[in-house]
């Protein structure tokens, strides 16, 4: 059974918001926006999209003309 228990974090520890039973196996997910990226790696992060982009055309585009993908 799933259950959502909200809670906070306080000296980097997770506490929630109601008591939990012993042995209680937990996942915590971070809710809230997302942290703020500085303007030069959300270029660098698109540079490296543009990069990848460019790679699988290369990658599936067309055989070389008398390449080993050629018609004999």
């Known amino acids: 059974m799933n259950v959502i228990v909200p809670g906070v974090v306080r000296d980097g520890r997770v506490v929630p918001d109601t008591p939990l039973p012993e042995e209680a196996r937990v996942e915590v997910r971070i809710v809230g926006p997302p942290p703020e990226v500085p303007p030069e790696l959300l270029a660098e992060f698109e540079a ?19 390449g080993s993908d050629a018609r004999r």
């Open 48 to 66: 490296w999209g543009r990069a990848s982009d460019r790679a699988l055309q290369l990658a599936e585009g067309p055989a070389p003309e008398g």
